[in-house]
């Protein structure tokens, strides 16, 4: 099955620094690859996804770039604000027709500092 | 659009009692998810329902959780008995179609004491 991996596990940053987050996944057939924002107790969100036939994707500060033959993906969030603060999520999935399953990396805790 | 409704958001049980979640997901999505979020770790797939059938639930411990999609609609998560390691934020997560992303509900944190 599909392994993701997630680094860095913690990550402080000054307001108005850009934070990078990154993941590997090891099923070179993976096609879908979503990131999750997910603040102290609450649910988990979606904010930005990317699909296999494109490399890079914008969405105002947010952008997730992807690199298929070294299977990595990378979420990026310029300018930062206090409230980006949370934990981030990515998460990968391989085309299984109905059956698709995400499998999620371990999560990064990033602190944008005032 | 109503989110992924998910109750009790809180349960507290001693080890050995028997719990049990419910999901009221998205109308209209045929995909449910019920998926164990143990602190500080990432989502981990307990089962998966399309529709009312199970499509995947290789790594649901079946000696102690159960789970039905009753009508293609809504579903349950029981555990009977519980142990001290279920203690997580399980939560429910539905999708239209293979295509698209979760949303997920806001969880139900268990604690086993």
């Known amino acids: 099955g599909e392994n993701v991996e997630q680094h860095p596990s913690t990550l402080s940053v000054q307001e108005g620094d850009s934070a990078v987050i990154k993941c590997t996944y090891s099923d070179s057939a993976s096609n879908y690859f979503p990131w999750y924002k997910q603040e102290l107790g609450k649910r988990p969100q979606l904010i930005i996804d990317i699909r296999s036939n494109v490399g890079e994707k914008k969405d105002q500060r947010i952008a997730v770039t992807l690199n298929k033959t070294a299977k990595h993906f990378s979420l990026h969030i310029t300018e930062t604000q206090p409230e980006d603060s949370a934990v981030y999520f990515c998460a990968a999935t391989p085309p299984s027709g109905s059956a698709r399953q995400l499998t999620f990396g371990s999560g990064t805790q990033l602190t944008v500092l005032p | 659009e109503a989110g992924v409704a998910q109750s009790p958001r809180y349960k507290i049980i001693e080890k050995r009692q028997s719990v049990a979640f419910w999901c009221n997901p998205i109308?209209?999505?045929?995909?449910l998810y019920w998926y164990q979020q143990i602190l500080g770790q990432g989502p981990k797939l307990l089962i998966q329902?399309?529709?009312?059938?199970?499509?995947?639930d290789s790594q649901l411990p079946k000696d102690r959780f159960s789970a039905e999609r009753l009508k293609g609609v809504d579903s349950t998560l029981k555990i009977q008995p519980a142990k001290l390691e279920d203690s997580a934020v399980y939560l429910c997560a539905s999708s239209p179609s293979a295509d698209y992303g979760y949303t997920f509900g806001s969880g139900t944190r268990l604690t086993v004491v």
């Open positions: 329902f399309q529709n009312n059938g199970v499509v995947d």
């Open positions: 109308s209209g999505h045929a995909t």
